[in-house]
């Protein structure tokens, strides 16, 4: 996948991505990183990109000139998309989608109170936006995307990293993990069933324990995925010790609660 940003501040950009897994992708070949100033196409002597908006609006706006001539300046953009508080929530499903589909984007990253809404509608530019809340600029929102768009290429994780128990994958959260020691000092423990290197009963820890942390944590994700076996997560969060369900962060009477509730 190629990956072009177009930010104001390219160095925010690149030094979020000199790091880990999609640094090393970037340094393999598994995807390119082409950053595009804007303010390298400003025609005036003092390099200028923004004015102010008409209307008497508040701040400055991102003018479409030096804009304009930054994108014609990338020969294959791809998927242009300009980050945005106004645009489509972006996840996991659209993530895997585009990933499996776009041989290239191009992210455009406002600063200011925005950009030219002229420039947007000439490239039929599409608003994805990372969250309700607004950030200083688009350079950090379009790390998200490209951390998480290049991690979903092929051979980018390792085996080691497999993203098949990520959260949303199966459509449910991930399962609560451990690693040594069995019992630690604070007399916390590993449930035993990760211990015993019994392949299906762990593959059934991780499925039932998903089940109910997306239960407690995003109940809304599980009435857009397909039948979810609840009451089977219940009976078996309910058969678990109390030192496992305390590791777990569990407690029994919310299982006992939400299995009354789910029983019928
Ligand atoms: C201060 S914000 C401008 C917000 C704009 N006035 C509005 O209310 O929609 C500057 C830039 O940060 C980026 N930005 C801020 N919050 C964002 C979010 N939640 N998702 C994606 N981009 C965001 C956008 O590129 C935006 O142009």
């Known amino acids: 996948m190629k990956v072009h940003v177009i930010p104001l501040f390219p160095d925010l950009v690149?030094?979020?991505?000199?790091?880990?897994?999609?640094?090393r992708a970037f340094n393999e070949g598994k995807a390119n990183l082409d950053l595009v100033n804007p303010r390298d196409f400003a025609e005036d002597k003092h390099q200028t990109v923004d004015d102010k908006p008409f209307g008497g609006a508040d701040g400055m706006l991102m003018m479409s000139g030096p804009l304009e001539k930054a994108l014609s300046s990338i020969e294959e953009p791809g998927e242009i998309v300009y980050l945005s508080p106004r645009g489509d929530r972006w996840d996991h499903e659209t993530c895997v989608k585009w990933a499996a589909s776009k041989p290239a984007v191009t992210l455009i990253c406002g600063r200011y109170a925005g950009v030219d809404q002229r420039f947007l509608e000439?490239?039929?530019?599409?608003e994805v936006s990372i969250g309700d809340y607004v950030?200083?600029?688009?350079?950090?929102?379009?790390?998200?995307?490209?951390?998480s768009l290049v991690r979903q290429l092929p051979g980018v994780l390792g085996n080691e990293q497999s993203a098949i128990h990520d959260s949303f994958s199966g459509g449910l959260l991930e399962?609560?993990?451990?690693?040594?020691?069995?019992?630690?000092?604070?007399?916390?423990?590993?449930?035993?069933?990760?211990?015993?290197?019994?392949?299906?009963?762990i593959e059934e820890f991780k499925l039932h324990m998903s089940v109910l942390y997306t239960l407690r944590n995003r109940p809304d994700l599980l009435s857009e995925s397909k039948p979810i076996p609840v009451v089977?997560?219940?009976?078996?969060?309910?058969?678990?010790?109390?030192?496992?369900?305390?590791?777990?962060?569990?407690r029994r009477t919310w299982l006992k609660d939400k299995y009354e509730q789910y029983k019928d």
Not at 122 to 126: A, G, I, L, P, T
Not at 137 to 147: F, K, T
Not at 232 to 250: I, P, Q, T
């Open 14 to 23: 690149r030094q979020g991505l000199s790091e880990g897994v999609v640094s």
């Open 232 to 250: 089977k997560a219940l009976k078996y969060g309910l058969g678990l010790s109390d030192v496992e369900l305390k590791s777990c962060g569990l």
């Open 175 to 201: 399962a609560p993990q451990f690693t040594r020691p069995r019992e630690d000092v604070w007399g916390w423990v590993v449930p035993e069933v990760l211990t015993n290197g019994n392949h299906q009963k």
């Open 135 to 147: 950030l200083s600029g688009g350079e950090l929102p379009a790390l998200v995307l490209v951390d």
């Open 122 to 126: 000439r490239h039929k530019v599409r």
